[in-house]
């Protein structure tokens, strides 16, 4: 059941808040699929740090479903190695989304997202088709 344990990147639950119609969302459909997710502190900040103050309800009842993997000194290790390898090829990505892929890395867990066009850059990262 572990493989069956994603990381999950903003994009997912954006993705699910936007929708009118829930049910459509990727998240809905990993769901179905018999995932079961977890998410970056990175992702928590992320999404707190774009709410307005009527979304807080709807956001504090998504996150105490899921569990939150802090940014640890580890990640930040793997970040530094991503990074270098990214700035080598000239195919930086923005810091966060960066931070995110290192907990999935480090943490050995698949990522679930909608910003392949970026995060498949990164060789070691386990991108969930």
């Known amino acids: ?30 769901i179905r699929q018999g995932y079961s997710f977890i998410i ?19 956001w504090d009842s998504i996150f105490q479903q899921l569990s939150v993997i802090s940014f640890d000194e580890s990640c930040v290790d ?11 090829k000239r195919k930086q990505i923005d810091i966060a989304d960066l931070f995110i892929a290192a907990t999935a890395v480090t943490h050995d867990y698949k ?3 909608l910003n392949k066009k970026h995060l498949d850059r990164i060789e070691e990262l ?4």
């Open 1 to 30: 059941m572990a493989d069956k344990i994603v990381l999950v990147d903003t994009s997912i639950l954006i993705d699910y808040y936007r929708k009118t119609d829930k049910e459509k969302s990727v998240w809905i459909a990993l």
């Open 40 to 58: 970056s502190a990175v992702t928590k900040y992320e999404i707190y740090s774009g709410a307005t103050q009527s979304q807080l309800l709807f």
């Open 78 to 88: 793997t970040s530094v190695k991503i990074n270098a390898n990214l700035k080598r």
């Open 111 to 113: 990522l679930a997202t």
């Open 126 to 129: 386990n991108i969930l088709e």
